[in-house]
């Protein structure tokens, strides 16, 4: 049983194309993530989604448009591609403590590997 | 955020105990000591928590001193499937049931035969 999975694995597509990536969580998670790990494997959050509102949205394009349709799905839009946005795209769920807790534990996919030519 | 600093590289042999150990003299009253593993092409796993003093599962162990300015996490006898890299995370309490992940660079820390 797949805990968070991603669909596509892999993504290759050319300039100025607009693209989506899929995200689910059978884990009952109240809070899910995108995070972004470039060529240098550094890991940044993206955005975060708790019960379908976004939470964070850290610095990025607006051609990146999250979406959460139900507390169990995020996906990731993004528009317009450019070469830097070549990337290994990670999504992840946390369940929510409640006030007071640290959602430390936080469950990611495989990743989508999104190669932009 | 504290800033985390920890070796880029350590190697080891099957069967040794490894210790990597992270720096975060800023850590601070409401953060916790969060250590998770990364496999090539895998997303980043859990291993283990801890606010202070020591804390075992059944992967590591994660020992953190009275100033808890650094932490050390420990991995027993350590086998060819433990090559991945290591990273050392503090993460903030906070009032939400969220926390935002900051990632730094992470041990690579390669297994030998």
């Known amino acids: 049983d797949t805990a968070v999975s991603q669909t596509p694995k892999y993504l290759v597509t050319q300039m100025g194309n607009d693209k989506s990536i899929k995200c689910e969580q059978n884990?009952?998670?109240?809070?899910m993530y995108w995070y972004k790990q470039d060529s240098k494997k550094f890991l940044k959050i993206m955005f975060s989604?708790?019960?379908?509102?976004?939470?964070i949205n850290e610095t990025v394009p607006n051609r990146f448009s999250p979406k959460s349709p139900d507390k169990a799905h995020l996906n990731l839009h993004i528009n317009s591609l450019e070469l830097g946005d070549s990337a290994v795209y990670f999504c992840?769920?946390?369940?929510?403590?409640?006030?007071?807790?640290?959602?430390?534990?936080?469950?990611f996919g495989p990743g989508t590997r999104l190669t932009v030519t | 955020l504290a800033k985390t600093t920890q070796p880029i590289s350590m190697d080891s042999y099957e069967g040794q105990e490894v210790n990597i150990t992270c720096s975060h003299n800023?850590?601070?009253?409401?953060?916790?000591i969060t250590w998770y593993q990364q496999f090539p092409s895998q997303g980043p796993r859990f291993i283990i928590q801890g606010y202070k003093t020591k804390v075992t599962n059944e992967v590591a162990s994660l020992f953190i001193p009275a100033d808890r300015k650094s932490s050390t996490l420990s991995l027993p006898r350590v086998s060819l499937s433990d090559t991945a890299v290591y990273y050392c995370l503090v993460v903030p309490k906070g009032n939400s049931g969220y926390s935002t992940l900051t990632f730094g660079k992470g041990t690579m820390l390669l297994v030998s035969p």
């Open positions: 800023n850590i601070a009253t409401n953060d916790y």
């Open positions: 884990l009952g998670h109240d809070t």
């Open positions: 989604y708790n019960n379908k509102e976004l939470i």
């Open positions: 992840a769920s946390s369940q929510d403590r409640g006030s007071g807790k640290s959602s430390y534990e936080q469950y």
